[in-house]
């Protein structure tokens, strides 16, 4: 329901309504979660928030700034204590649009010159014409677009010592004026003005009170006097004036923090208040898949015997091409696309692989086993949103960009361009071959193994591949499935998504260079040149 309308509701109700004092946008958010229907933009609070007095010393706009942020982070309607209108009726008409532009629901004008001053300020403060606020509240119901808007007039006879005849009279023309509800201000310990005024008046318009001077007053009191709205007009802002002073003595005498913490609201209160959730979940759905939410596994358990002496003492994801270890170069990629929670699972020379921020995983069997079983002593860190790797490729950033920004439960990256050498190959077949005109179609893999038929390989499996929540599951089911073969240990990464494809679509990305396969002493020059 629009906020007009919940507050006109709330004034027309013929139960006793409540609203409460917010000053900023934080307790607007602190009221709304009390339970409150609506809130008092409080001239006094909202004036002291900014660390001037109650005298329009803040400039209609900075109020108006305020009262935009509180209305932004709520959903209830805000009643602005609108002061004297900050000049005549044509100030009110500005007022007016301008509220109702921020969603604000209402505003109360009281009868006093501008610039105001606080009601509880003094004795006998002059009051306005009566003609001339009655000029102000047509002035305002005239500019209103939405005919739900409020404008409430304050009566401060009473106030400045007029008597009941005197506050009737005004009563009247304000009413006649257009006013949809009247505020009767008392400064008064007990609610004798607002008995007379209520007594006579009848129930012509619905009256609002605020009871900061007959706050003992039982609120039930007020219910039978019929009146529609109490206001609670001042009591975040001097709660929160007491809070903050024993919290800053306490600190000021203790040097410490020791005794305040239990006693102040968390940080993580701050972050509720302030919506953190909503942004969160606006992240997952706005934001190009970055990389916080993701996680990365390295599999450079092997020795890469290949490489003779130069892993006789390190696994050769320590290779150095362009004098920077392979390993050190995926995880700065990694890092790159913003994805910090890398899980590297070592074997050969285990100790050699530190790197600062990592998290290990070792496969002590690293002898005997493939690349397959580094993934299975690593199945703790297959979370959903988790890149895989070999560690002994090099790839472009933008592989990896498109390869998180697919879509797909199960996606792998899929060299078009391969070469049929004596190295070990991934080679893949899938539904759709590669071809320029087909570049936005989807495309599943059909079969991958280093022995595929040269006429059925579309590509090349480059050793990098990711999976959501979906295909993490469908992956640990399928290292289940395989864990319970004898010959489990000697399985390759291909017999894996082999199982898969016959199970589950695994989605291709295909690529035409722009990685490199570090296998061969030949491909580490090659790996050189390429950086
Ligand atoms: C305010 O909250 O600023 C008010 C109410 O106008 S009172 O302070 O009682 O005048
Ligand atoms: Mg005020």
């Known amino acids: ?153 304050r009566l401060e006879g009473f106030i400045s010592g007029w008597g009941l005849k005197d506050v009737m009279t005004r009563a009247k ?96 209160d701050i972050f509720h208040l302030q919506g953190a959730d909503e942004l969160e979940s606006a992240e997952k759905r706005y934001l ?4 916080k939410s993701w996680n990365a ?44 929670d890398v899980t590297v699972v070592r074997g050969f020379a285990k100790e050699a692989i530190a790197f600062p921020g990592i998290k290990t995983v070792d496969n002590e069997d690293h002898a005997s086993t493939k690349e397959l079983y580094s993934l299975f002593v690593a199945c703790d860190s297959i979370k959903g949103n988790t890149v895989i790797s070999y560690g002994d490729i090099l790839f472009k950033d933008h592989v990896l960009h498109e390869l998180i920004n697919s879509d797909g439960d199960i996606s792998i990256v899929v060299d078009a361009d391969c070469e049929f050498t004596d190295s070990y190959t991934d080679f893949v077949q899938n539904d759709v071959p590669y071809a320029r005109s087909a570049f936005d179609r989807a495309v599943a893999l059909k079969k991958m193994s280093a022995t595929l038929d040269r006429a059925s390989v579309n590509g090349e499996f480059i050793g990098l591949w990711k999976v959501n929540q979906r295909g993490a599951a469908a992956v640990k089911a399928a290292l289940g499935r395989l864990s319970q073969e004898e010959k489990f240990k000697s399985l390759r990464m291909a017999d894996l998504f082999s199982d898969l494809a016959r199970e589950t679509r695994v989605s291709v990305i295909y690529t035409k260079g722009a990685w490199m396969d570090v296998d061969s002493i030949v491909d580490l020059t090659h790996a050189s040149e390429m950086q």
């Open 297 to 340: 596994i390295v599999l450079a358990a092997s020795q890469g015997e290949k490489f003779g002496d130069l892993t006789r003492d390190i696994p050769k994801t320590l290779l150095k091409a362009n004098g920077v270890p392979i390993l050190a170069s995926q995880i700065d990629i990694f890092n790159r696309m913003g994805i910090t």
């Open 288 to 291: 190009p898949t970055s990389g």
């Open 1 to 153: 329901m629009k906020k007009t309308s919940q507050l006109r509701n709330m004034i027309l109700s013929k139960d006793l309504e409540f609203i409460m004092e917010a000053h900023n946008g934080l307790s607007a958010r602190v009221v709304e979660e009390a339970g409150f229907k609506g809130i008092w933009g409080s001239g006094l609070s909202i004036s002291a928030a900014m660390g001037v007095r109650d005298n329009n010393e803040a400039s209609w706009t900075q109020v108006l700034e305020v009262l935009e942020f509180m209305s932004d982070v709520t959903n209830i309607p805000i009643l602005l204590d609108g002061d004297t209108g900050y000049g005549n009726f044509n100030n009110m008409r500005r007022l007016v649009s301008k509220l109702e532009q921020r969603k604000v629901a209402g505003v109360c004008i009281e009868d006093k010159l501008f610039p105001k001053t606080n009601s509880f300020v003094g004795d006998a403060q002059p009051l306005a014409d009566m003609d001339e606020f009655c000029g102000k509240i047509k002035a305002a119901k005239d500019t209103q677009l939405d005919d739900d808007f409020v404008v409430v007039a």
């Open 173 to 268: 023309a304000y009413h006649a004026a257009g006013a949809d509800a009247l505020l009767v201000h008392s400064k008064k310990s007990n609610p004798s003005d607002i008995d007379a005024f209520m007594k006579e008046w009848g129930g012509r318009l619905p009256i609002v009170i605020v009871p900061t001077k007959y706050y003992s007053t039982p609120t039930d009191h007020f219910r039978k006097l019929g009146i529609s709205l109490v206001i609670w007009a001042n009591h975040n802002l001097r709660s929160s004036i007491k809070a903050m002073r024993a919290t800053s003595a306490r600190i000021f005498a203790d040097e410490s923090l020791i005794n305040v913490e239990g006693t102040i609201a968390t940080v993580a």
